[in-house]
């Protein structure tokens, strides 16, 4: 019984741990975005280069993939339909 309790213990800390790393990337998202448009212009005054921008697109497509297996796990676990 101790070795589940410390696996679940050692993923509520992983979760823990990913959603502080989840809110400073949407945090540091955030702060780029703005900086892109300085001031309110309506022109950007900088912008990430276009490989920055599809490597993060991708790194975003793959965590949305994982959620959606996190979600069917837990919706197995709550008894829904797959």
Not at 10 to 33: I, P
Not at 38 to 59: I, K
């Amino acid at each position: 019984m101790s070795n589940i309790k410390n696996i679940l213990q050692d993923w509520q800390d992983n979760q823990d741990q990913l959603d502080q790393a989840l809110y400073e990337a949407q945090a540091g998202m955030a702060s780029m975005t703005e900086t892109c448009w300085l001031n309110d212009d309506c022109r950007p005054f900088h912008a990430p280069d276009s490989r920055w921008l599809a490597l993060t697109r991708a790194q975003l497509a793959d965590m949305t993939a994982w959620l959606e297996e996190m979600q069917s796990a837990r919706d197995c676990i709550d008894g829904k339909s797959v």
